[in-house]
């Protein structure tokens, strides 16, 4: 088993761009959260899911969308990027919305 | 206004001491504590979790001591080595895969 994978694990963008982190998981877990990481905030819920077609917000959530068509994947798009959304983005999967299984991360800087 | 308050931020031990991170929350509806342990460039890892109806539990080196009526709860690594450190957080859940972290203690194992 791959685990979580996440893609890109760096990426640079410019103010007003728009971009999509992937997420894929090969576990079969049926809960998918994206969290943000920022120096001195600990890790903040941007949004998750409970089942494939099922999502919903978390602490964060302005400036971002996610859609959960499989199971397997959990997609992150940033609508119109900005400085304040530059961070290391993680993504976890759950088999029982207990015990988190994250992804090796991908860290975004926005110009 | 953070759910989960964690403190140190950081924290120097001695080989073979005993390091202790505190936690903190307000909100009664948590129902699931767990920590983790984040290497630099790393996911977080699960370490240990702890239910509101548990006062202690003890895996190898690493406790966590709950107090309810407080609303604290704390990790202790006996015999703290220096592979132990990394970066610690708690965390605290409203169950179905949504949760909050406290911003995390780096801590230094000096040899």
């Known amino acids: 088993n791959a685990g979580v994978t996440q893609t890109p694990k760096f990426q640079v963008l410019k103010t007003g761009q728009s971009m999509t982190l992937q997420c894929a998981q090969d576990m079969n877990h049926e809960y998918m959260s994206w969290y943000r990481q920022d120096p001195g905030m600990g890790l903040r819920l941007i949004h998750y899911?409970?089942?494939?077609?099922?999502?919903d917000q978390g602490e964060v959530p302005n400036g971002y969308n996610v859609s959960r068509s499989t199971t397997e994947d959990f997609p992150l798009r940033l609508l119109s990027a900005a400085p304040s959304q530059t961070s290391v983005y993680f993504c976890?999967?759950?088999?029982?919305?207990?015990?988190?299984?994250f992804g090796p991360g991908t860290r975004l800087t926005v110009t | 206004q953070q759910q989960v308050k964690q403190s140190p931020q950081s924290l120097i031990v001695q080989k073979g001491g005993i390091s202790i991170i505190n936690c903190a929350y307000e909100n009664t509806a948590f129902d699931y504590f767990p920590w983790y342990q984040q290497f630099p460039g790393k996911g977080p890892a699960l370490l240990i979790a702890?239910?509101?109806?548990?006062s202690e539990k003890k895996e190898g080196r690493f406790t966590i001591s709950f107090n309810k009526s407080a609303k604290q709860f704390s990790l202790h690594i006996m015999d703290s080595q220096p592979g132990d450190s990394a970066t610690y957080f708690c965390?605290?859940?409203?169950?179905?895969?949504?949760?909050?972290f406290g911003s995390g203690t780096k801590l230094n194992v000096k040899p």
């Open positions: 965390a605290a859940s409203l169950g179905f895969n949504k949760f909050y």
């Open positions: 702890i239910r509101p109806d548990v």
């Open positions: 976890a999967s759950s088999p029982d919305s207990v015990e988190q299984y």
């Open positions: 899911s409970v089942g494939a077609g099922i999502t």
